[in-house]
Every structure is written in C-alpha cells, then in structure tokens.
C-alpha cells in the first residue's frame, strides 16, 4: 500500500488536515472575539437607559411583569379559543342554522313549520324604527360602539345581580347572543360562555354591524316554534315585521329576553307587563320621551288567539332537530336550505296522547302529586307516531321524552330475561325468590316478602326484584365459572343486550342495575320494546319519512336511505319474551292496560320512592311507553307503574288502533277485535263481568272533598224545604221554577260535586 500511494501526497495530505484545523480554531476565536465585542457594545448601549433606585421599582419592573404575564395570557387566550374556532371551520356556516322547514303528517296534510322564514326576508332598512330602537335599547344599547363585548355593559350587570341577590340584568351583547344562537347550546357553563366571547369578536371581524343586527332579528327564537321578528309578527299579530306598531315593537323587543315566559298569546298580562318594560327601557336610552311611548302605554298591543289551534310542538322541535343533523350529512355541494318534510306523526294518535295525558293529571295529578308525564307512540319500524313531552309547551319546552334521562325501574327487566333466555334460561326455568346480597346492597321486594321457587314466567309477571339480581349473577356464572365477581360480568352482558335493543344512554354498572336504577329516555325505551313483536329486529327512531325541496324535489326518503332493522336477538327469544311479558297485562301489575281483543304485552316500572311510574308496552302494530313523575325529582303520592301510567297507555292505544288491521305478536298469537254492538244472547246471559279497577285518587277523604260533601247535604235539605213550602202553596199563586231556582241548582250541583268527590270507579 505503501509503494501505491506517493510520498509527496501523504505531505500534502496532511499540510491540509493542519490548514483546516488553523481555519477553525481562528474562526472560533475570530467569532468569540466579535460576540464579545458586540456585547460590550450592547452593554454600553443599554447603560444609557439604566435606571435605578424607586425608578426602576416603579416603572420598569411592572412593565417587566406586566409583558410576561401578557403574553402568557395570550398564549391562553389562543388555547381557550381554539375548541370556539373550531365551530367556524366549516364554510357554510352561516347557513348551518338556516333551515327553514314545512312540515306535514303522514297523510301530507300541513302542521307546523320550523327555523327561519326565507321567503317573507326583510331588509334591515325596512324593518320599522321603533323595532329596531326597542330592540337596541332593551338588549344592546352600546351596539354600535363595542366591539362584540360590552364590557362596561358586562360590568354594570355585575354590579345589578350582585346587588339584587339573584339574576337581574344580563351581560351579553346582540353579537354574544347571535354566536349562541349560530354555533352553541343554552347549556349555562363557562366553557360556554368562553366560546361565546371569542365567537362574538370573530362575527365583528367577519361582519358589518347591520349584517349582525339583521342575522339577530332574523335568527332569534320568539317562542310558539317562531324564528325572528317577521315571523312572530305573523304568529302574535297576523301582520308583517313592516307594519307593527310601537306597542306591538314592545311587545316583540319583549321576547328576546324569555320567549315563553312572555309569549302573548299563553300569557298576555306578562307580555304587556314586559312590553312596559321595553318602554321604558327606550325612554331611559333616550332613543324616545315619555310623550311619544304614552301612546302605547294605554293601548297595549293585543295577539292572536291561538289556544285552539294545537300544534304538536314536542314532537315538530324532535323533528326539526332530527332534520338539521340530517341535512349535515348531504354532500357539501348541496347548498338547499328550504324543505318541506312529510313526518311519520299520526294526528289522530297525537290527539289522544295528549288528551289522555292532560286528563290523567287533571283527574288525579294532585292526589298522586304528579305534575308531569311524558309518552311516545312508534309503529314496528321506528316511526315515532306521536310524542308528548310534558303536560304544557306553553310552560316549558323542555322535552322530557327525548332530554329526560329518568329510571325506567322494573320496565327495564325485560332486557335482563331476555339476556337470561339468551344464555341457557327459558320461561319456565326455576329461580328461588330468597334473600341476596352483592357487596352491602340486599334488594327487596315490593311487598318485602318472599315467593321461594318461582318459573322466570311467574318472577316477571310479579315484578319480584331479587329474580333479576339472581339472573345477573348467574349469567355471570355461566360466562365465567370462576370469577370472582359473576355478577359484574352479567351486568356488562345485560348491558350490551340493551345495547343491541337500541339503548344509547351510559347505563353505568351499578349492582342495582338489573332492577333499573340506570336512567333511559322515553324515546328510547319505547322503540327498543319494538325489538320483541319485530321477531327480534331492532330498529332506530326516526320521525321523517320523507324529505323534498321547496320546488318538490325528493331529496331523502326514510325506506331507501335510512338505517336498515338489524337482528339484535333470535326470534326465538323475543316470541319466549312477548308470551311472558303478556302475563303482565292478563294477570300481573299491568291490567289495566288490557286491550279488549288486541293482543298485548308490557311491563310497569316504578323507582325508589315512587319518583317514577312507567308503562310501557306493544301489540302487533305500534309500541308505547309513559312515564308520570315530577321535574324535581321529588316523589309522588305512592303511583306505581299499574295505575296512571297502565290506564294512560291503554287509552292511547285503544285511540292508535281505531281502523287498524290488528296484527299478531310472535309468541301470542292473532287477536281478534270484538264486535262494538253486536252480543249473543249467551253473552248477554253471562255473568257480567268483573271489571278492573281505574287508577283513582289514594283511598282518603281530603279535607276539601268532605266540605263539598257538607255543602252538598246542606243544600239538598234546602231543597226539601223549598219543594215542601212550594207544594203547600196556593197553586194559582204558583209559577214554574226557573232555571236558576233553589229547587233546581242544588240538584245540579249535587250531582257535579259528587262525582268530583267520589273515587272513580267502573
């Protein structure tokens, strides 16, 4: 190797290995040299500004900390902003909130409509000056001069509650109020409030003034299911926003704040009171004097009457909620934003569910103290047919079908037996009704008593509590025969059985799980049920049918693009389940529910304290469920599932099955209605029939009901009187009675306050 290489090139080689090196070590001290320099020069530079003593304290340390801490905050603010950008990712989002939807029944005939009303659009520029000043001096007066927060707006409603002990004024401008209206929830939660501030801002760096106060007018929900001002001037005053006047601007300006509370056509006393306010309000902005509101002070506006015009609001809120997650997932390319959708809502059905419910209550709430209910009727492919929500939209539009997540009790057993079926039981296998523990938690029965050796059959047909515990640890068992918690392991499989039935709520483990102390929806557990009569298919809710565009087009249909039934359990298991849960209705806790020649099964729940009563049931052609209880949560007058609930569910469905072919349920078989009038002479020799008792008030005699009974006494003593001294009269001297005469009035309402009084019996 050595003879390969020339000697002369090994010197060259390394007189440049030593060139190199030189170059470097005289670049580093070349380059240390210059720092320093530079430093020195820096220093000397900066010497100039130096400033010591209480100058420096002063001054300059607070500006020091004053920058850190700046753009720490910046570095939150961005943080904090981020999840409130993400809602402005999407292009379209101004139009994402801008449905405007007709909806009609499943017969195509008209019944309400939602979101906002594009063909009636108003300029800005025509909308009146009064409206337009009522709604500034009422919700924003420093509109135009913020910049999407009002801070010493925010600041003074601070002062005002802190004050006033409670919520008096509120702190949102019209751009805080209009990016909740477009992107968030009414959820009362700071990260809600967060996002609104950073959205605000981010509508005035995207829009003009006039563009906000326009999208607010047109966006604002204005209670009787109205979106803006055009369209509750339509709603209250059967006029356009053009042509209001300034006591009906006052009244609009009204509502911003609460739409039901002040909705003038539930409550005008407390829309004209608001509507007073609003005046007020422009007189203290200086936008009008006293002299030019005295007007409207002593001619309030006056609004439609709409009391007999029902609307199923519960149940069109449902849809259009339904409609706007499902226009999300047209193609983006699809820009459409007016539709007319045909719903599966029966009106007839929609009818006597709230009938039903509003009698109920009125009947027996007070005795039962129950204020609230809520039912859903489904047909076998999910097609929700009519929904109730509580007792009065006007007072409340929180939808306690679809929004309450209640304890559905021993109405949730079903998915226990049929996990049991599912895992080597039948309907008449063996459990002993004994007392069990798992952990420090014992159930008990209802009657806190003991059955001993019960068939599944019988166990579901009681309601007993102690069977599905049982059932949950012997599940477990089979699952894993040596675990050490068996019972965990069947609560996860009863879990998943709900699962597959439909069930989305969290349904968290709990030992307490089999007997239904996890919360449901009505919804939900209503359109689960229809997994039994549907041989074990299990399908999802829905409300639209169909789908098509203002010009007619079809655009979505429910039987071509909606979510097909999936096979959740065999047919064999849900045919087992329909034949024991029918012992329910014909000999168990739910005979009220009874269908005269409709094949019926179900089962009644009720929860610890009596806080909830449920029913919920199927025939061959629809599925119910009805729940009664209290919005507080507080308890009812000892109402059980069997009563309200049972009685509420069979009027409904006796309403549901007028002029319907009846259908067999898998496991029951075919019923057969009977004939209204028509009774053979052997019927009519029969021994009558013992009839089932109606759920009634609790068996005491209130202190009011033994005065009316008092009163009645008196006034039938009275009329014994008066009919005595009348037949002892001179009878040319004596005149027919009148209408209103003693003989006749205390007969009447002899007869009105006994029935009132009396328990009500068949």
Same mark, same amino acid.
């Given at each position: 190797?050595?003879?390969?290489?020339?000697?002369?090139?090994?010197?060259?080689?390394?007189?440049?290995?030593?060139?190199?090196?030189?170059?470097?070590?005289?670049?580093?001290?070349?380059?240390?040299?210059?720092?320093?320099?530079?430093?020195?020069?820096?220093?000397?530079?900066?010497?100039?500004?130096?400033?010591?003593?209480?100058?420096?304290?002063?001054?300059?340390?607070?500006?020091?900390?004053?920058?850190?801490?700046?753009?720490?905050?910046?570095?939150?603010?961005?943080?904090?902003?981020?999840?409130?950008?993400?809602?402005?990712?999407?292009?379209?989002?101004?139009?994402?909130?801008?449905?405007?939807?007709?909806?009609?029944?499943?017969?195509?005939?008209?019944?309400?409509?939602?979101?906002?009303?594009?063909?009636?659009?108003?300029?800005?520029?025509?909308?009146?000056?009064?409206?337009?000043?009522?709604?500034?001096?009422?919700?924003?007066?420093?509109?135009?001069?913020?910049?999407?927060?009002?801070?010493?707006?925010?600041?003074?409603?601070?002062?005002?509650?802190?004050?006033?002990?409670?919520?008096?004024?509120?702190?949102?401008?019209?751009?805080?109020?209009?990016?909740?209206?477009?992107?968030?929830?009414?959820?009362?939660?700071?990260?809600?409030?967060?996002?609104?501030?950073?959205?605000?801002?981010?509508?005035?760096?995207?829009?003009?003034?006039?563009?906000?106060?326009?999208?607010?007018?047109?966006?604002?929900?204005?209670?009787?299911?109205?979106?803006?001002?055009?369209?509750?001037?339509?709603?209250?005053?059967?006029?356009?926003?053009?042509?209001?006047?300034?006591?009906?601007?006052?009244?609009?300006?009204?509502?911003?704040?609460?739409?039901?509370?002040?909705?003038?056509?539930?409550?005008?006393?407390?829309?004209?009171?608001?509507?007073?306010?609003?005046?007020?309000?422009?007189?203290?902005?200086?936008?009008?004097?006293?002299?030019?509101?005295?007007?409207?002070?002593?001619?309030?506006?006056?609004?439609?009457?709409?009391?007999?015009?029902?609307?199923?609001?519960?149940?069109?809120?449902?849809?259009?909620?339904?409609?706007?997650?499902?226009?999300?997932?047209?193609?983006?390319?699809?820009?459409?934003?007016?539709?007319?959708?045909?719903?599966?809502?029966?009106?007839?059905?929609?009818?006597?569910?709230?009938?039903?419910?509003?009698?109920?209550?009125?009947?027996?709430?007070?005795?039962?103290?129950?204020?609230?209910?809520?039912?859903?009727?489904?047909?076998?492919?999910?097609?929700?047919?009519?929904?109730?929500?509580?007792?009065?939209?006007?007072?409340?539009?929180?939808?306690?079908?679809?929004?309450?997540?209640?304890?559905?009790?021993?109405?949730?057993?079903?998915?226990?037996?049929?996990?049991?079926?599912?895992?080597?039981?039948?309907?008449?296998?063996?459990?002993?009704?004994?007392?069990?523990?798992?952990?420090?938690?014992?159930?008990?029965?209802?009657?806190?008593?003991?059955?001993?050796?019960?068939?599944?059959?019988?166990?579901?047909?009681?309601?007993?509590?102690?069977?599905?515990?049982?059932?949950?640890?012997?599940?477990?068992?089979?699952?894993?025969?040596?675990?050490?918690?068996?019972?965990?392991?069947?609560?996860?499989?009863?879990?998943?059985?709900?699962?597959?039935?439909?069930?989305?709520?969290?349904?968290?483990?709990?030992?307490?799980?089999?007997?239904?102390?996890?919360?449901?929806?009505?919804?939900?557990?209503?359109?689960?049920?229809?997994?039994?009569?549907?041989?074990?298919?299990?399908?999802?809710?829905?409300?639209?049918? &169909?789908?098509?565009?203002?010009?007619?087009?079809?655009?979505?249909?429910?039987?071509?693009?909606?979510?097909?039934?999936?096979?959740?359990?065999?047919?064999?298991?849900?045919?087992?389940?329909?034949?024991?849960?029918?012992?329910?209705?014909? &000999?168990?806790?739910?005979?009220?529910?009874?269908?005269?020649?409709?094949?019926?099964?179900?089962?009644?729940?009720?929860?610890?304290?009596?806080?909830?009563?449920?029913?919920?049931?199927?025939?061959?052609?629809?599925?119910?469920?009805?729940?009664?209880?209290?919005?507080?949560?507080?308890?009812?007058?000892?109402?059980?599932?069997?009563?309200?609930?049972?009685?509420?569910?069979?009027?409904?469905?006796?309403?549901?099955?007028?002029?319907?072919?009846?259908?067999?349920?898998?496991?029951?078989?075919?019923?057969?209605?009977?004939?209204?009038?028509?009774?053979?002479?052997?019927?009519?020799?029969?021994?009558?029939?013992?009839?089932?008792?109606?759920?009634?008030?609790?068996?005491?005699?209130?202190?009011?009901?033994?005065?009316?009974?008092?009163?009645?006494?008196?006034?039938?003593?009275?009329?014994?009187?008066?009919?005595?001294?009348?037949?002892?009269?001179?009878?040319?001297?004596?005149?027919?009675?009148?209408?209103?005469?003693?003989?006749?009035?205390?007969?009447?309402?002899?007869?009105?306050?006994?029935?009132?009084?009396?328990?009500?019996?068949?």
């Amino acid at each position: 190797m050595r003879q390969i290489i020339p000697p002369h090139w090994k010197q060259k080689v390394r007189n440049f290995f030593l060139d190199l090196d030189a170059r470097i070590d005289s670049s580093l001290f070349s380059s240390a040299k210059g720092i320093r320099e530079l430093y020195e020069r820096y220093s000397t530079f900066m010497d100039r500004f130096y400033v010591g003593r209480w100058k420096r304290w002063v001054f300059i340390e607070p500006l020091s900390e004053a920058a850190t801490l700046g753009l720490g905050g910046l570095v939150v603010m961005l943080t904090l902003a981020i999840p409130a950008f993400r809602e402005t990712a999407d292009e379209d989002w101004l139009k994402k909130s801008d449905l405007a939807v007709s909806f009609l029944d499943r017969y195509g005939n008209p019944i309400g409509s939602r979101g906002i009303k594009h063909n009636d659009s108003i300029p800005l520029e025509d909308f009146p000056d009064v409206l337009i000043k009522a709604t500034l001096a009422t919700e924003d007066r420093r509109f135009y001069e913020h910049f999407g927060i009002d801070i010493a707006g925010t600041a003074r409603a601070l002062v005002t509650n802190a004050q006033a002990g409670g919520v008096r004024q509120g702190g949102s401008s019209i751009t805080q109020q209009l990016a909740k209206n477009l992107f968030l929830s009414n959820e009362r939660t700071i990260e809600r409030k967060v996002n609104e501030a950073f959205l605000a801002v981010w509508l005035e760096w995207r829009l003009t003034k006039n563009e906000i106060l326009k999208l607010y007018l047109d966006r604002a929900y204005m209670g009787g299911g109205t979106f803006g001002v055009d369209g509750a001037a339509h709603f209250y005053f059967n006029k356009s926003a053009r042509d209001v006047t300034l006591a009906e601007a006052a009244m609009l300006a009204g509502l911003f704040k609460a739409p039901t509370k002040y909705a003038p056509h539930i409550n005008l006393p407390a829309a004209r009171a608001r509507a007073n306010v609003v005046l007020d309000n422009l007189v203290d902005a200086g936008f009008m004097t006293e002299g030019q509101v005295f007007g409207a002070r002593r001619n309030p506006a006056f609004a439609v009457d709409r009391r007999d015009e029902a609307s199923p609001n519960y149940y069109l809120d449902y849809a259009f909620d339904e409609m706007r997650k499902l226009v999300d997932t047209f193609p983006k390319s699809y820009t459409e934003r007016v539709f007319v959708v045909r719903l599966a809502i029966d009106a007839n059905v929609q009818k006597a569910a709230e009938d039903a419910v509003e009698n109920q209550l009125r009947q027996f709430g007070r005795d039962y103290h129950a204020t609230q209910a809520a039912t859903v009727v489904s047909d076998l492919d999910g097609g929700i047919r009519a929904m109730v929500g509580g007792r009065d939209y006007g007072a409340s539009q929180f939808n306690r079908a679809t929004d309450a997540y209640r304890q559905p009790g021993s109405s949730f057993k079903p998915y226990v037996y049929t996990t049991a079926l599912l895992n080597g039981f039948t309907p008449n296998s063996i459990v002993v009704d004994g007392p069990v523990c798992i952990g420090n938690w014992c159930p008990q029965n209802y009657g806190h008593s003991y059955s001993g050796s019960v068939t599944l059959t019988q166990a579901i047909t009681r309601s007993i509590n102690v069977v599905p515990v049982k059932l949950s640890i012997a599940i477990g068992q089979k699952e894993q025969p040596k675990a050490p918690n068996p019972a965990k392991i069947g609560r996860a499989k009863i879990v998943e059985v709900a699962r597959r039935f439909g069930l989305k709520a969290p349904l968290p483990d709990t030992p307490s799980l089999p007997i239904g102390s996890d919360e449901v929806t009505v919804l939900e557990h209503a359109v689960a049920y229809a997994t039994f009569p549907n041989r074990g298919k299990a399908v999802t809710p829905h409300s639209v049918l &169909e789908v098509r565009t203002g010009a007619g087009d079809l655009v979505w249909r429910w039987d071509r693009d909606g979510p097909k039934p999936r096979q959740a359990i065999p047919a064999s298991v849900a045919a087992d389940m329909a034949g024991m849960m029918s012992h329910v209705v014909s &000999e168990g806790t739910a005979r009220r529910a009874a269908l005269d020649g409709i094949p019926t099964a179900g089962k009644t729940g009720t929860t610890n304290a009596y806080r909830d009563a449920w029913f919920v049931g199927y025939t061959g052609n629809f599925t119910c469920a009805v729940w009664y209880g209290n919005d507080d949560y507080s308890p009812t007058n000892r109402m059980t599932g069997g009563s309200l609930p049972a009685q509420t569910w069979h009027d409904i469905m006796l309403a549901a099955h007028q002029g319907v072919e009846v259908r067999e349920i898998p496991g029951i078989g075919m019923g057969q209605k009977l004939p209204p009038q028509h009774v053979s002479n052997a019927q009519a020799n029969a021994a009558p029939k013992v009839l089932e008792t109606k759920p009634g008030p609790p068996p005491v005699l209130t202190k009011r009901g033994a005065d009316i009974l008092v009163r009645v006494e008196k006034l039938l003593d009275d009329a014994a009187k008066t009919a005595k001294k009348s037949a002892d009269a001179d009878t040319k001297a004596a005149r027919p009675p009148s209408a209103t005469s003693a003989l006749a009035f205390p007969q009447n309402y002899a007869e009105e306050n006994a029935n009132a009084s009396a328990p009500r019996k068949n």
